[in-house]
C-alpha cells in the first residue's frame, strides 16, 4: 500500500538545533552544517525518510527566524485597519519586495511552513521565553500549517521544560514534544511522532509505519552489532600461534605479530560497528581512553585499558609490554623438559609461562602456543558492547567525544563466572574457526555449522547485554 507523502518543516530561532535535529532524525551526520555560529542554515534544504525504500516523509531544514520582532510589526502594518486573515496576510508578504530584502531569511522559513503539512518548532529549552519567541510562535499560528514545538537540549541541566510547557500552553499549544537531538532516544523518537499524529490525521498511517519502522531498525542494528562482536570474539579465542621454544627471538617475534593481527581485528570490529549505525570515524573526535578519530584510546594490550573495565590480566603474563598474551607451554610426559625450558627461555621473555592443560590439538615437540588470554577476550568484548551500547544513544547531530568507559561502570561483579562462555571455551580448542593469521583456512571456518552456531550463541548473549539498562553493571560474561 502506498503512504501518503508527509512533508514537514523545522523551523525556529537560529541556532536552537533545527539542522541537528534533522541529523538525528534521518540518521544521516552528513546533513546541512551544524555549527556554533548563528545563522549557519541560509537555505532551504530538504531530505528524505525512506520506508521500504520509498520516501515517506520529507523533512526541510530552514534558516534562523532572526527578526521575528520585526517581521510582526510589518505584519500588523500590512493589515492595517482591515479583518484579514494572518495567512492572507503572510502571502501578501511573501510577495512583496520585503520578502526578498530585509526579510529574506523569515520569509524562506515561513515559506516552507505554509507549503508543508505540519512544522515542527524547534526551541533551546535552556532559553528563557522571550519576546522573539511569542513572536515567532504568534507568526507561526498564522501560517495555516499545524505545529509541534519541539523542545531541544532537554539533557542540559539549564532546561527550563515545565516553564515552556506553561508557556506553550498557554498560547495553546498543548502538543509539545521534548527531544535532545545529541542523545538519541527511541522514546523521545516516538513521543515526536506520535505527537505529529494527533495533529495530522491524514498521515496517521504513515506516522504509525514509522514508528514500527523505527523500532524494527533498532533491534536489527542490536543484532547485526551483536553478531559483528561475536564474530571478532570467535576469531580471537581460536586464534593460536605456535613457535618454537627453542628460540626466544622468534618467539618474541610471534607475540608481537600475534598482537597486531588481534589490534588490527578489533579495528575491524569497531569500524563495521560505526559503519552499522551510520557514523564516520570522525565523527566520533578525541577524548582519553575513549575512541580516538573511530580508534580505541588505550591499546588493547595495556594494563590501564584492562584495568578500564576492571579486569586484570591472569597470572605472570600480566607483566612488561606483554599484556593480555599467554603462553601454553606443552605440558605432561616426554615434553615435560622441554616445557620447563621453554618457560625458561619464553618465560623471561614473557614475564612467566602458564601451562594449559587440556589438549585436543597435536604440537610438534620442542613448540609452545601463543594465545590471548581470557582477560583479553573480555577486555576485547566489553569494549565492543560499551561502543554499541553508547553508539545506540549517540545522535547523528553529536559533535561530543564518545563518553569514557569507568571502572566503576564497568567492574566485573563478584558474582562474575570465571569462565569464559562456552562457545568461546570451543573456540579457543578450535584454531581452524579464526581468520587471522596464516593457519586460517576460510573454506572451513565458513562451513563449519558448529562455528556459526557458537557465534549465534555468543551474539545472543551479547544483544542481551547491550540492552541492559544505562544504570546496569555491565559485565562478561
Ligand atoms: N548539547 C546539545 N547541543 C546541541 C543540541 N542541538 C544542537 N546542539 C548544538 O547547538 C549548535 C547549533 O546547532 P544547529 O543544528 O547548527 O542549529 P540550527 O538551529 O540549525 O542553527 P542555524 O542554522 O544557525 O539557525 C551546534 O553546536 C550543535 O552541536 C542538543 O540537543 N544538545
Ligand atoms: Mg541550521
Same mark, same amino acid.
Given at each position: ?190 513521543? $515526536?511522532? *506520535?505527537?505529529? #499524529?494527533?495533529?495530522? @490525521? ?6 504509525? +509505519? !514509522? =514508528?514500527?519502522? %523505527? ?57 563495521? $560497528?560505526? *559503519?552499522?549505525? #551510520?557514523?564516520?570515524? @570522525? ?6 581512553? +575513549? !575512541? =580516538?578519530?573511530? %580508534? ?62 587440556? #589438549? ?118
Amino acid at each position: 500500500m502506498r503512504l501518503p507523502l508527509l512533508t514537514a518543516a523545522v523551523v525556529g530561532h537560529t541556532n536552537t538545533g533545527k539542522t541537528s535535529l534533522l541529523r538525528t532524525l534521518t540518521r544521516d551526520v552528513g546533513f546541512g552544517q551544524v555549527s556554533d555560529r548563528p545563522a549557519t542554515t541560509h537555505h532551504v534544504e530538504g531530505t528524505s525518510v525512506l520506508l521500504d525504500g520509498r520516501t515517506v516523509m520529507e523533512l526541510f531544514d530552514t534558516p534562523g527566524l532572526e527578526d521575528s520582532i520585526g517581521l510582526l510589526d510589518h505584519l500588523d502594518a500590512l493589515a492595517g485597519d482591515r479583518r484579514v486573515e494572518g495567512i492572507d496576510v503572510l502571502n501578501q508578504f511573501l510577495q512583496s519586495a520585503d520578502a526578498w530584502g530585509r526579510f529574506a531569511q523569515e520569509a524562506k522559513a515561513i515559506r516552507q511552513v505554509i507549503r508543508s503539512d505540519i512544522a515542527l518548532y524547534v526551541i533551546d529549552a535552556r532559553d528563557r521565553v522571550l519576546g522573539k519567541h511569542r513572536d515567532e510562535l504568534e507568526i507561526l499560528s498564522r501560517c495555516a500549517t499545524p505545529v509541534v514545538p519541539v523542545l531541544n537540549f532537554t539533557a542540559d541541566p539549564d532546561a527550563k521544560v515545565p516553564t515552556w510547557r506553561e508557556h506553550l500552553a498557554r498560547v495553546n499549544m498543548h502538543a509539545v514534544a521534548e527531544f535532545d537531538t545529541v542523545v538519541l532516544d527511541e522514546a523521545s523518537e516516538q513521543r $515526536l511522532y *506520535e505527537k505529529m #499524529r494527533t495533529m495530522l @490525521d491524514s498521515h496517521e498511517q504513515t506516522l504509525r +509505519a !514509522l =514508528i514500527q519502522e %523505527r523500532r524494527r531498525q533498532r533491534e536489527a542494528l542490536i543484532q547485526a552489532s551483536a553478531d559483528v562482536i561475536g564474530d571478532l570474539l570467535i576469531d580471537v579465542a581460536a586464534h593460536t600461534v605456535c613457535v618454537r621454544v627453542s628460540n626466544s627471538q622468534e618467539a618474541a617475534g610471534a607475540l608481537q605479530a600475534l598482537r597486531e593481527r588481534v589490534r588490527v581485528r578489533e579495528q575491524r570490529c569497531v569500524d563495521q $560497528l560505526l *559503519e552499522l549505525f #551510520r557514523f564516520r570515524p @570522525d565523527d566520533c573526535p578525541l577524548e582519553a581512553g +575513549a !575512541l =580516538i578519530n573511530g %580508534r580505541w584510546g588505550l591499546d588493547l594490550f595495556s594494563p590501564e585499558a584492562l584495568k578500564q573495565f576492571g579486569l586484570h590480566a591472569g597470572g605472570g603474563a600480566a607483566a612488561g609490554a606483554f599484556v593480555g598474551v599467554v603462553l601454553d607451554v606443552m605440558a605432561g610426559g616426554a615434553t615435560l623438559g622441554a616445557a620447563t625450558a621453554a618457560g625458561a627461555t619464553i618465560g623471561g621473555l614473557i614475564g612467566a609461562g602458564r601451562a594449559h592443560g587440556r #589438549r585436543l590439538i597435536s604440537r610438534a615437540r620442542g613448540s609452545t602456543e601463543l594465545r590471548c588470554e581470557d582477560a583479553t577476550l573480555r577486555l576485547l568484548a566489553l569494549r565492543q558492547i560499551m561502543l554499541t551500547r553508547a553508539l545506540l544513544h549517540r545522535g547523528h547531530a553529536d559533535m561530543n567525544p564518545l563518553p569514557v568507559p569507568t571502572s566503576r561502570r564497568f567492574s566485573l561483579p563478584k558474582r562474575a563466572s570465571p569462565h569464559l562462555p562456552l562457545s568461546l571455551q570451543q573456540a579457543k580448542l578450535r584454531s581452524h574457526w579464526s581468520r587471522l593469521g596464516s593457519g586460517a583456512d576460510s573454506t572451513l571456518r565458513d562451513s563449519d555449522p558448529a562455528r556459526q552456531t557458537a557465534q549465534g550463541a555468543l551474539a545472543r548473549m551479547i544483544a542481551a547485554i547491550v540492552q541492559r539498562p544505562s544504570d546496569a553493571d555491565i559485565e562478561f560474561p
